[in-house]
């Protein structure tokens, strides 16, 4: 069974740097992609970043493109997200996701991890 648990989140300044980490486990995800969504208040889950667990292959929303980094560790089935520069509109639950190769959606999910940023 796949299992998804995020940490890192909390309150920081505008400005400030974060770094989120998503422990998976339950399998090898091999050929598999893994990803990064968010949720504002009021606001519909958006896509965040992603990244393929064999080539490492990145992915990003234009929102976040050139502040967030996403990077996985294979050794210790580790997904995180770099968070630089971050501002208020950064402020959601971010969530970790996962995709079976070949899949067209993302299907396993974390719980979730409060990211508030303070003007």
């Known amino acids: 069974q796949v299992r998804l648990e995020e940490s890192g989140g909390g309150l920081v300044q505008a400005g400030a740097s974060l770094t989120l980490s998503c422990a998976a486990s339950g399998r090898t995800f091999t050929n598999w992609s893994m990803g990064w969504f968010r949720q504002a208040p009021g606001k519909e889950r958006e896509f965040v970043a992603s990244i393929t667990w064999n080539l490492g292959t990145t992915n990003y929303a234009e929102t976040v493109k050139g502040r967030f980094t996403i990077s996985r560790d294979r050794p210790t089935s580790t997904v995180y997200l770099q968070m630089n520069n971050v501002n208020p509109d950064d402020t959601a639950v971010y969530y970790c996701?996962?995709?079976?190769?070949?899949?067209?959606?993302?299907?396993?999910w974390g719980r979730g991890t409060q990211v508030t940023v303070s003007s």
């Open positions: 996701a996962a995709r079976r190769g070949g899949a067209r959606d993302f299907n396993y």
